[in-house]
């Protein structure tokens, strides 16, 4: 639902029930636009599980904030999902994470006609934790660092040249039922 010209808000419900079994997940989520350039998007759920006569209820948090500007770009988010976070619709393919990610990018442009229409340079940071070691204050599992070129030359050319720098950790849940 709009609120204004710059506000969006919204709700979900979801119920599946299958006997005395059921998963309902609840969830807000809002949208605002500031600065001409700028927007802010947070969303918080639950979920309520119920399998085996046990109930559980578990958190999603999401934070987004963007910079859309024409030389600098901003994408800053972080995700929680609570390792009993459960949707049986099928949206949420793996709970007990964090995922954070800061792109920042920069484009330099040309003189009109010149060679080189336009550079940019973005940098990502980007990380995934295990949910209690991220509340534990602890370092992520996986850790990726992006740094990307793009040069568009006159005529359409467009030179790439990016390095990526990646590791991924070992998460034995994960690995629990696979055999070798």
């Known amino acids: ?74 994408h800053y988010i972080l995700t929680g999902l609570h390792p009993d976070f459960r949707d049986y619709s099928g949206y949420i393919p793996r709970s007990g994470i964090v995922h954070g990610s800061a792109l920042q990018s920069l484009t330099l442009f040309g003189a009109p006609g010149s060679r080189v229409e336009n550079w940019t340079f973005g940098f990502v940071a980007d990380r995934t934790w295990d949910y209690t070691k991220f509340v534990d204050g602890r370092a992520a599992t996986d850790v990726r660092w992006h740094f990307d070129n793009q040069l568009t030359l006159r005529g359409g050319w467009i030179l790439v040249a990016n390095i990526f720098t990646e590791s991924y950790g070992y998460d034995p849940s994960l690995y629990a039922n696979s055999y070798i």
């Open 1 to 74: 639902r709009d609120i204004g010209r710059s506000l969006t808000l919204g709700a979900v419900v979801t119920d599946r029930e299958d006997g005395a079994t059921f998963n309902r997940v609840y969830g807000l989520d809002g949208r605002m636009l500031f600065g001409g350039i700028y927007s802010l998007r947070l969303q918080a759920a639950a979920s309520d599980t119920r399998s085996d006569s046990a109930t559980r209820a578990a958190p999603l948090w999401e934070a987004v904030l963007d910079r859309s500007g024409r030389r600098v770009r901003l």
